[in-house]
């Protein structure tokens, strides 16, 4: 199959991207020939033979960044340049942080060291950088106060890192498919990415919000207005899918006219049967982009660094019973709405039964609940287990929520055996399975089974990053090796300062892929990042100038 890579289109136009100047004009002719829109012939593109593999001058790109969503918008943002300073009149809250800004006002937090600055901090991430960078975006914002970030942002051309982003649908990622009837979990403010505040973008818009808590279509329209309004346009691409993100090995012998790079993260293994020494270089990234005709349009480009930044809406979970499959067990507030909104459920006698005791659950009791369906609501956990999320929620700012979970403990199958006529809960049931009949079998905790009918089933009980392009699935990169990749349970494990994989060199992640659920603190991972790449950029860049290194980008 002919495939679009870029080391073959490019690497006539350009042998080093070391300075500025080329950096631009390498990213100019990359968007040229990966095609400014979807709407450009793909014919233009040039194509080679997935088979053909030069094996000289090949050009890569320093960073490819696969998810556009918050995550991959933030980092994006700090790539390009811009650095965060200390306002000239901002006093932290936090006096002791406070006296450690003062001490390196001058320089962006960007160039400064991020452990010592987020040392002592206390926050709801357990990653360090995150905790530091929201505290200085929203200083006590757990406390309840509303003060205004200490930061000022500067655009600095010379510190652009050329890099490409690579998402499936707009700019904003998986905030595009959200149901959009429900409030967020969280603020406005707190959704809002450096630079451009959401109440501005409201403002420009002539929105009115009435709610500090806004629905997910407006936060999905400010991040692609953000991507615009701060020119980061030309680093984004739509309609991409990823199938593959490999390592490439190249034998020791080939090393003598790529020793740069050699400086920045490279590992050495030994084959098996011990013939050749291998080094682990750059990465290869395939995929296609989907184009207007619904054509795929394959590609191929090499990068120095791979950034993870995919979030975890990309899998829901399962409960991996018998029945699961059957067309009436739906995954997804979206299948579920779209079934609501054709008349699917209208008429119907029997309740929808829903599985799960989190938000989107409770989005899914809501949103029957308001459609005058009927509600069968299993979870596994005690109405009283603190761990449960409305535990966490003050009742005045999501009153709704606590309104589902007074339903989940006064209207239980316990309470009366009777099923309620609009909602009844099954607090510590297990689903067994699902019949073809559209019934269900549950287990309650002391092993009494039930079979009760519904016409529709959703199992809303989180979801989980899909890495398949990963090998083994990325299984090997979590804090448990050969296990899936979970935002709670197994996270990849990174530094905790440059969000670099501990286990895979210049493979990077942020998000919830690090245990970042919120927007607030998946910033912080941007921040380092940025940091650890600028670092190693400066580091390049002083090899050049001395004319230790040649740096062609050779993988």
């Not at 905030?175 to 959704?191: K, N």
């Not at 600028?534 to 390049?540: L, P, W």
Request: proline share 6%.
């Amino acid at each position: 199959m002919p495939v679009w890579c870029c080391r073959c289109s490019l690497a006539g136009h350009f042998r080093s991207y070391s300075g500025p100047e080329t950096e631009g004009q390498l990213l100019n002719s990359f968007v040229q020939y990966f095609g400014d829109s979807l709407g450009r012939k793909v014919e233009r593109m040039p194509l080679i033979e997935e088979t053909v593999l030069p094996g000289d001058s090949l050009l890569t790109l320093p960073v490819v960044i696969i998810g556009n969503g918050p995550s991959g918008i933030c980092l994006s943002y700090l790539l390009s340049g811009y650095r965060p300073y200390l306002s000239p009149e901002a006093i932290h809250p936090n006096p002791i942080l406070h006296t450690k800004l003062e001490e390196a006002r001058h320089l962006s937090i960007v160039d400064q060291d991020l452990e010592y600055l987020s040392e002592g901090l206390e926050g709801r991430s357990s990653n360090p950088v995150a905790v530091l960078f929201d505290t200085l975006l929203h200083p006590d914002a757990d406390f309840g106060y509303d003060y205004p970030p200490v930061l000022h942002w500067k655009l600095e051309q010379h510190n652009y890192i050329p890099h490409i982003v690579l998402g499936k649908g707009p700019p904003g990622g998986a905030w595009h498919s959200m149901e959009g009837s429900m409030l967020t979990i969280s603020f406005g403010d707190w959704m809002e990415l450096p630079g451009l505040t959401f109440k501005e973008w409201a403002a420009s818009k002539r929105r009115n919000i009435k709610s500090d808590r806004v629905m997910p279509e407006e936060i999905a329209c400010y991040y692609k207005h953000y991507v615009k309004v701060m020119g980061l346009q030309k680093n984004f691409r739509d309609n991409v899918y990823i199938t593959s993100v490999s390592r490439l090995y190249r034998g020791k012998d080939d090393e003598d006219r790529s020793q740069l790079n050699e400086n920045i993260s490279t590992q050495h293994l030994e084959m098996e049967d011990g013939q050749k020494s291998l080094t682990k270089r750059n990465w290869e990234v395939r995929g296609y982009q989907r184009a207007t005709d619904g054509s795929h349009v394959p590609f191929c480009l090499f990068a120095e660094n791979v950034a993870l930044a995919t979030g975890t809406f990309d899998s829901p979970g399962r409960l991996q019973v018998e029945g699961e499959d059957f067309p009436f067990v739906l995954h997804s507030m979206s299948d579920f709405g779209a079934a609501i909104s054709k008349g699917k459920l209208r008429g119907k006698a029997d309740p929808v039964l829903i599985v799960g005791a989190g938000l989107t659950a409770a989005d899914a009791v809501l949103c029957a609940y308001n459609n005058n369906i009927p509600v069968i609501h299993v979870f596994r956990r005690r109405v009283t287990d603190t761990s449960l999320i409305f535990k966490q929620l003050p009742k005045k700012l999501y009153p709704e929520y606590h309104k589902v979970y007074h339903m989940m403990c006064t209207q239980s199958h316990t309470v009366d055996s009777n099923l309620h006529s609009a909602y009844t809960s099954f607090p510590e049931h297990n689903v067994l399975s699902f019949k073809p009949e559209m019934k269900c079998v549950l287990q309650s905790a002391s092993g009494l089974k039930k079979i009760l009918k519904f016409s529709v089933a959703l199992v809303l009980i989180g979801s989980h990053p899909n890495l398949f392009f990963l090998k083994d699935q990325g299984h090997s990169i979590g804090h448990h090796s050969n296990q899936p990749i979970t935002c709670k349970g197994n996270p990849i494990e990174i530094d905790p300062y440059t969000y670099e994989c501990t286990k895979e060199a210049n493979l990077f992640a942020l998000g919830p892929l690090v245990g970042d659920n919120f927007v607030r603190f998946l910033k912080g991972g941007a921040l380092g990042i940025a940091r650890c790449l600028a670092i190693r950029q400066k580091k390049k860049h002083e090899l050049i100038e001395s004319g230790d290194g040649g740096g062609d980008g050779v993988p």
